[in-house]
Protein backbone atom coordinates (compact mmCIF):
# COMPACT_ATOMS: atom_id res chain seq x y z
CA UNK A 1 0.00 0.00 0.00
CA UNK A 2 0.98 3.50 -0.73
CA UNK A 3 0.47 6.21 2.48
CA UNK A 4 -0.58 8.56 -0.27
CA UNK A 5 -3.56 6.55 -0.59
CA UNK A 6 -6.30 4.52 1.76
CA UNK A 7 -8.56 3.53 -1.47
CA UNK A 8 -8.72 1.68 -5.33
CA UNK A 9 -10.77 2.47 -7.61
CA UNK A 10 -10.21 -0.82 -10.33
CA UNK A 11 -12.20 0.19 -13.67
CA UNK A 12 -12.27 -2.62 -16.39
CA UNK A 13 -13.36 -1.31 -19.73
CA UNK A 14 -15.87 -2.88 -21.63
CA UNK A 15 -15.71 -4.59 -25.10
CA UNK A 16 -14.90 -1.28 -26.59
CA UNK A 17 -11.44 -0.93 -24.85
CA UNK A 18 -11.91 2.74 -23.70
CA UNK A 19 -10.23 2.67 -21.20
CA UNK A 20 -9.26 6.38 -21.10
CA UNK A 21 -13.37 6.87 -20.84
CA UNK A 22 -13.58 4.82 -17.64
CA UNK A 23 -10.55 6.32 -16.02
CA UNK A 24 -11.75 10.25 -16.75
CA UNK A 25 -15.21 9.06 -15.60
CA UNK A 26 -13.93 7.87 -12.31
CA UNK A 27 -11.46 11.07 -12.14
CA UNK A 28 -14.81 13.04 -12.37
CA UNK A 29 -16.08 10.92 -9.91
CA UNK A 30 -13.94 11.76 -7.10
CA UNK A 31 -14.82 15.77 -7.99
CA UNK A 32 -18.10 14.84 -7.35
CA UNK A 33 -17.73 12.70 -4.39
CA UNK A 34 -14.65 15.06 -2.32
CA UNK A 35 -15.27 12.49 0.60
CA UNK A 36 -13.70 9.97 -1.83
CA UNK A 37 -11.28 12.42 -3.32
CA UNK A 38 -7.44 12.47 -3.58
CA UNK A 39 -6.67 9.41 -1.94
CA UNK A 40 -8.09 6.76 -4.21
CA UNK A 41 -5.97 5.24 -6.01
CA UNK A 42 -7.86 5.17 -10.01
CA UNK A 43 -6.55 1.88 -12.17
CA UNK A 44 -7.75 1.71 -15.41
CA UNK A 45 -5.95 -0.91 -17.34
CA UNK A 46 -6.29 -0.94 -20.75
CA UNK A 47 -6.55 -4.80 -22.51
CA UNK A 48 -4.86 -4.87 -25.92
CA UNK A 49 -5.89 -6.35 -28.71
CA UNK A 50 -3.92 -7.62 -31.99
CA UNK A 51 -5.50 -4.53 -33.64
CA UNK A 52 -3.89 -2.21 -31.69
CA UNK A 53 -0.56 -0.10 -31.55
CA UNK A 54 1.75 -1.74 -29.02
CA UNK A 55 5.35 -1.69 -28.00
CA UNK A 56 7.50 -4.62 -27.71
CA UNK A 57 6.73 -5.41 -24.54
CA UNK A 58 3.05 -4.79 -24.49
CA UNK A 59 0.62 -8.10 -23.73
CA UNK A 60 -2.15 -8.39 -26.31
CA UNK A 61 -4.98 -10.27 -26.46
CA UNK A 62 -7.13 -11.53 -29.75
CA UNK A 63 -10.16 -9.33 -30.12
CA UNK A 64 -12.46 -9.76 -27.62
CA UNK A 65 -9.96 -12.59 -26.08
CA UNK A 66 -9.35 -10.72 -23.26
CA UNK A 67 -13.10 -10.57 -22.01
CA UNK A 68 -13.02 -14.56 -21.87
CA UNK A 69 -9.62 -14.98 -20.02
CA UNK A 70 -7.42 -16.18 -22.65
CA UNK A 71 -3.54 -15.87 -23.04
CA UNK A 72 -1.98 -13.12 -24.51
CA UNK A 73 -0.75 -13.81 -27.77
CA UNK A 74 2.75 -12.08 -27.20
CA UNK A 75 4.53 -14.86 -26.21
CA UNK A 76 4.04 -14.65 -22.79
CA UNK A 77 0.62 -16.48 -22.70
CA UNK A 78 -0.45 -13.93 -19.64
CA UNK A 79 -4.55 -14.90 -19.31
CA UNK A 80 -6.19 -11.17 -18.57
CA UNK A 81 -8.03 -12.78 -15.49
CA UNK A 82 -4.52 -13.33 -14.44
CA UNK A 83 -3.46 -9.83 -14.88
CA UNK A 84 -6.52 -8.23 -13.40
CA UNK A 85 -5.80 -10.85 -10.46
CA UNK A 86 -2.42 -9.33 -10.44
CA UNK A 87 -3.70 -5.40 -10.13
CA UNK A 88 -5.71 -6.70 -6.96
CA UNK A 89 -2.66 -8.65 -5.12
CA UNK A 90 -0.88 -5.21 -5.64
CA UNK A 91 -3.52 -3.14 -4.32
CA UNK A 92 -4.67 -5.60 -1.43
CA UNK A 93 -3.17 -3.06 1.07
CA UNK A 94 -5.75 -0.18 0.07
CA UNK A 95 -8.03 -0.07 3.09
CA UNK A 96 -11.12 0.22 0.49
CA UNK A 97 -11.49 -1.70 -3.15
CA UNK A 98 -13.99 -1.26 -5.50
CA UNK A 99 -14.48 -2.68 -9.03
CA UNK A 100 -16.57 -1.44 -11.46
CA UNK A 101 -16.90 -1.93 -14.86
CA UNK A 102 -19.12 -2.36 -17.91
CA UNK A 103 -21.04 -5.81 -19.23
CA UNK A 104 -19.22 -5.39 -22.23
CA UNK A 105 -21.93 -4.03 -24.01
Known amino acids: GSPDHDRALIVI ?8 EYFDSAIEAQNVFPDVGTNTLVLAPLFKSEDDDRQDNDLYWSTGGWSRGEDSLDGQAFSSFSVADGLLESISAAEQTSHGGHGLG
Open 13 to 20: HGYGRNAK
